[in-house]
């Protein structure tokens, strides 16, 4: 149990946290669960997780304030992050980055719809 | 410079009055100028003449200098004072240099001494015709450019070197909130027009001589009627020898366009968290229980849900090319445009494509002139013009075709195409192929993935910057996509 990688997922969306944890739990990983980023701040002072999955759009506290928070703090600032993001950056050869290219300083990003096997391999490469 | 052709009004018959108190002159006069088709009116002396001229207009008025009552001398002032349109020629009874010259320094624009030959009389009337044309020419000009630019509902300010105010149109001043005193030769700075526009006047200034680019911003302003969201956009403005000589403004009022852009950005993230929001954890809740994580799975369900996962997944791409396209449209309203060089843009399109077609054994061609003058545009939008042009011609095209880009100067305009040996268009398809979710559905293109989005994203991005696309097609030979852009020098 002990030897096992701690994974947080923090998304609103309960579903699809459950199969993220399912799919997570299946490759061997213990998984922690929080629906908003109040909560996963609180997840991760009672017991510190190997890697955040964070989601961007969350009621209460965003992913992305979250993610600063982590990042510029001195305890959890190693701590890897990967931002799930709705944005694509499918037109960032146009103009118009106001909804997306906002700068974070999240480790790795996603952006959705998610590929499960890509996310399972940036989540390996990340724990290295 | 472009030469502007002059329009030429039917001109009237120019009235001429002949002012002097001997009547041989007068009627040797009257005789010349009426054979030369001039309407003569004469009177006999100062007096009268200055009544007819209260009366009715003269283009060219002949008046003696010496004459009992009101001298020549009189006549020339009042005219001067009171009819600028008027061009007057002294006749100087006695050829002294000195009355002629104080005469022209009192606003008389040429003289003819007596004695004088109907040849002599016909060239300095012709002058005189000459020069009232062109006065005339520059007041309906002027006249003309001023209703212009007052009845536009955008705001339009003219400044010169020095920023100092050469015409600012009622709707400037009503967006600025200045309803005072004219305007007209104050420093820009005197008026409350903001940092930031005072900021592009200074760039636009410093601008170099051989670029052009139009400068924009969107100021906020809090004024009377509440806020307002103002696009401005300023470009210098040259002389003759191609040195900036000012400043033009433009402001546009798109508070309104500002608050439906609002709207629909909102609908838009609505759509983004509401609808894909749940589409995605479907998608993986499908992914986990085709791992078979939830339990092992038929044949036959994991057929069916593979299916279900594939229709998924169009849905997904199609909502994201929708928002795609409805974030593109709300950008472009304010996008800033300039000089693009098109030909190498068309270059790197060209040589960044290449590979995509070498997959279908199909040839990219580009044929752009030597020198291709710059277009006014959004460089990343043309981009995503040609590339989505080149991709298209490339998809709907057999192996073994050729894709030709080609360009050229068109009247203002800068004009490319993009033309394959394709499937073609067919003709009751053509004109909707711009349309949103259009797509030409045969047994060609059926098995092409797309969302018929691609051509109406083009179809945005032209229309944005005042140019236009067509299509002509051939079904089985080809189609041929033709773009005119304006062009960054006019």
Same mark, same amino acid.
């Given at each position: 149990?002990?030897?096992?990688?701690?994974?947080?997922?923090?998304?609103?969306?309960?579903?699809?946290?459950?199969?993220?944890?399912?799919?997570?739990?299946?490759?061997?990983?213990?998984?922690?669960?929080?629906?908003?980023?109040?909560?996963?701040?609180?997840?991760?002072?009672?017991?510190?997780?190997?890697?955040?999955?964070?989601?961007?759009?969350?009621?209460?506290?965003?992913?992305?304030?979250?993610?600063?928070?982590?990042?510029?703090?001195?305890?959890?600032?190693?701590?890897?992050?990967?931002?799930?993001?709705?944005?694509?950056?499918?037109?960032?050869?146009?103009?118009?980055?106001?909804?997306?290219?906002?700068?974070?300083?999240?480790?790795?990003?996603?952006?959705?719809?998610?590929?499960?096997?890509?996310?399972?391999?940036?989540?390996?490469?990340?724990?290295? | 410079?472009?030469?502007?052709?002059?329009?030429?009004?039917?001109?009237?018959?120019?009235?001429?009055?002949?002012?002097?108190?001997?009547?041989?002159?007068?009627?040797?006069?009257?005789?010349?100028?009426?054979?030369?088709?001039?309407?003569?009116? $004469?009177?006999?002396?100062?007096? +009268?003449? @200055?009544?007819?001229?209260?009366?009715?207009? =003269? %283009?060219?008025?002949?008046?003696? &200098?010496?004459?009992?009552?009101?001298?020549?001398?009189?006549?020339?002032?009042?005219?001067?004072?009171?009819?600028?349109?008027?061009?007057?020629?002294?006749?100087?009874?006695?050829?002294?240099?000195?009355?002629?010259?104080?005469?022209?320094?009192?606003?008389?624009?040429?003289?003819?001494?007596?004695?004088?030959?109907?040849?002599?009389?016909?060239?300095?009337?012709?002058?005189?015709?000459?020069?009232?044309?062109?006065?005339?020419?520059?007041?309906?000009?002027?006249?003309?450019?001023?209703?212009?630019?007052?009845?536009?509902?955008?705001?339009?300010?003219?400044?010169?070197?020095?920023?100092?105010?050469?015409?600012?149109?009622?709707?400037?001043?009503? $967006?600025?909130?200045?309803?005072? +005193?004219? @305007?007209?030769?104050?420093?820009?700075?005197? =008026? %409350?027009?903001?940092?930031?526009? &005072?900021?592009?006047?200074?760039?636009?200034?410093?601008?170099?001589?051989?670029?052009?680019?139009?400068?924009?911003?969107?100021?906020?302003?809090?004024?009377?009627?509440?806020?307002?969201?103002?696009?401005?956009?300023?470009?210098?403005?040259?002389?003759?020898?191609?040195?900036?000589?000012?400043?033009?403004?433009?402001?546009?009022?798109?508070?309104?366009?500002?608050?439906?852009?609002?709207?629909?950005?909102?609908?838009?993230?609505?759509?983004?968290?509401?609808?894909?929001?749940?589409?995605?954890?479907?998608?993986?809740?499908?992914?986990?229980?085709?791992?078979?994580?939830?339990?092992?799975?038929?044949?036959?369900?994991?057929?069916?849900?593979?299916?279900?996962?594939?229709?998924?997944?169009?849905?997904?791409?199609?909502?994201?090319?929708?928002?795609?396209?409805?974030?593109?449209?709300?950008?472009?309203?304010?996008?800033?445009?300039?000089?693009?060089?098109?030909?190498?843009?068309?270059?790197?399109?060209?040589?960044?494509?290449?590979?995509?077609?070498?997959?279908?054994?199909?040839?990219?061609?580009?044929?752009?002139?030597?020198?291709?003058?710059?277009?006014?545009?959004?460089?990343?939008?043309?981009?995503?013009?040609?590339?989505?042009?080149?991709?298209?011609?490339?998809?709907?095209?057999?192996?073994?075709?050729?894709?030709?880009?080609?360009?050229?100067?068109?009247?203002?305009?800068?004009?490319?195409?993009?033309?394959?040996?394709?499937?073609?268009?067919?003709?009751?398809?053509?004109?909707?192929?711009?349309?949103?979710?259009?797509?030409?559905?045969?047994?060609?293109?059926?098995?092409?993935?797309?969302?018929?989005?691609?051509?109406?994203?083009?179809?945005?991005?032209?229309?944005?910057?005042?140019?236009?696309?067509?299509?002509?097609?051939?079904?089985?030979?080809?189609?041929?996509?033709?773009?005119?852009?304006?062009?960054?020098?006019?």
């Amino acid at each position: 149990m002990s030897d096992k990688k701690l994974i947080l997922v923090v998304d609103d969306d309960i579903d699809l946290v459950e199969a993220l944890a399912m799919k997570l739990e299946s490759l061997n990983y213990a998984v922690a669960k929080a629906y908003d980023g109040v909560e996963g701040f609180d997840k991760i002072k009672s017991r510190r997780p190997d890697l955040v999955i964070l989601d961007v759009m969350m009621p209460r506290k965003d992913g992305y304030q979250l993610c600063d928070e982590l990042k510029k703090s001195d305890e959890y600032k190693d701590v890897p992050v990967i931002l799930l993001t709705a944005v694509t950056d499918a037109i960032s050869s146009t103009n118009y980055t106001h909804m997306g290219g906002k700068t974070t300083l999240a480790d790795d990003f996603v952006s959705k719809p998610i590929d499960l096997d890509k996310l399972m391999e940036i989540v390996e490469d990340n724990l290295r | 410079m472009k030469e502007t052709v002059p329009v030429v009004e039917e001109p009237g018959r120019s009235k001429i009055l002949v002012v002097d108190d001997e009547p041989r002159i007068r009627d040797a006069c009257r005789m010349v100028l009426s054979e030369e088709g001039f309407e003569v009116a $004469l009177a006999a002396d100062g007096n +009268e003449g @200055v009544q007819m001229i209260r009366e009715e207009h =003269f %283009d060219v008025i002949l008046v003696d &200098l010496m004459m009992p009552v009101l001298s020549g001398f009189e006549v020339l002032s009042y005219v001067r004072e009171s009819h600028p349109d008027t061009v007057v020629i002294v006749i100087t009874g006695y050829a002294t240099l000195e009355h002629s010259i104080n005469a022209m320094k009192r606003g008389a624009f040429d003289f003819i001494p007596k004695p004088f030959t109907p040849d002599q009389l016909r060239a300095v009337v012709a002058k005189a015709i000459k020069y009232n044309r062109a006065l005339q020419d520059i007041a309906d000009t002027n006249s003309r450019l001023k209703t212009m630019v007052n009845r536009l509902t955008d705001g339009v300010m003219a400044s010169d070197r020095d920023k100092k105010v050469v015409v600012a149109n009622p709707a400037f001043l009503h $967006l600025i909130d200045y309803h005072g +005193e004219p @305007v007209r030769g104050r420093a820009v700075t005197d =008026f %409350d027009i903001g940092e930031q526009l &005072l900021t592009l006047i200074d760039q636009a200034l410093v601008m170099p001589d051989d670029t052009f680019t139009e400068l924009t911003a969107e100021i906020t302003r809090t004024g009377e009627g509440g806020e307002r969201i103002v696009r401005a956009t300023c470009v210098p403005f040259r002389g003759r020898n191609g040195v900036t000589i000012g400043t033009i403004t433009v402001l546009s009022d798109i508070t309104a366009l500002k608050e439906f852009d609002r709207i629909r950005s909102d609908f838009v993230s609505m759509v983004c968290h509401e609808v894909r929001s749940p589409m995605n954890s479907m998608m993986m809740q499908l992914k986990v229980v085709l791992d078979g994580l939830a339990g092992e799975l038929s044949g036959r369900q994991r057929e069916i849900l593979e299916r279900v996962s594939e229709k998924m997944n169009g849905l997904t791409t199609m909502v994201s090319e929708l928002l795609d396209l409805s974030r593109l449209e709300s950008g472009l309203i304010a996008s800033e445009k300039s000089a693009v060089n098109m030909a190498e843009l068309f270059r790197e399109q060209i040589a960044f494509h290449e590979a995509n077609g070498a997959r279908k054994e199909i040839t990219l061609t580009l044929d752009v002139p030597e020198s291709l003058p710059p277009a006014l545009a959004n460089q990343r939008s043309m981009e995503e013009v040609v590339t989505n042009l080149i991709t298209n011609a490339i998809k709907y095209s057999p192996e073994g075709s050729t894709v030709r880009l080609m360009a050229r100067i068109e009247n203002e305009y800068l004009r490319f195409s993009v033309r394959d040996n394709g499937y073609g268009i067919p003709e009751e398809d053509l004109k909707r192929i711009f349309d949103r979710f259009y797509r030409v559905n045969d047994e060609n293109t059926r098995a092409i993935v797309g969302t018929g989005l691609g051509l109406a994203i083009v179809k945005s991005i032209v229309d944005a910057h005042h140019g236009s696309i067509k299509v002509t097609s051939t079904p089985g030979s080809g189609s041929t996509f033709t773009v005119l852009l304006p062009l960054a020098d006019i």
